[in-house]
Nanobody
Framework: QVLLVESGGGLVQTGGSLRLSCAAS????????MGWFRQAPGKERDLVAA???????YYANSVKGRFTISRDSTESTVYLQMNSLKPEDTAVYYC????????????????WGQGTQVTVSS
């Protein structure tokens, strides 16, 4: 069992920045594939960024060059640094984890956080 707790969401103006954090507990963090998903009202939950146990990263095209995912194994925490935010980035952001990378890429990871709201005003 893995417990994921997100923090760092909030309201920001267009062009601003936010950093989301996801603290993981319950399983060897370094072996987990981690991802950040988001879901806007009326839309599906989509993968935004992911980082594998070896440090390889994945980004959705919509956030490339603006978002950066990273992980700190000493803190068992994964971060999502979001810069140059746009109103279309407004969504609930979810942290997710799985022992394997494939479920994260497919949108079916085993473990989910509770979500944190990010609102970007125009």
């Amino acid at each position: 069992q893995v417990l994921l707790v997100e923090s760092g969401g909030g309201l920001v103006q267009t062009g601003g920045s936010l950093r989301l954090s996801c603290a993981a507990s319950g399983r060897t963090f370094s072996r987990l594939a981690m991802g950040w998903f988001r879901q806007a009202p009326g839309k599906e939950r989509d993968l935004v960024a992911a980082i594998w146990s070896g440090g390889i990263t994945y980004y959705a095209n919509s956030v490339k060059g603006r978002f950066t995912i990273s992980r700190d194994s000493t803190e068992s925490t994964v971060y999502l640094q979001m810069n140059s935010l746009k109103p279309e980035d407004t969504a609930v952001y979810y942290c997710a984890a799985d022992p394997s990378s494939t479920p994260v890429l497919r949108g079916t990871p085993t473990y989910w956080g509770q979500g944190t709201q990010v609102t970007v005003s125009s």
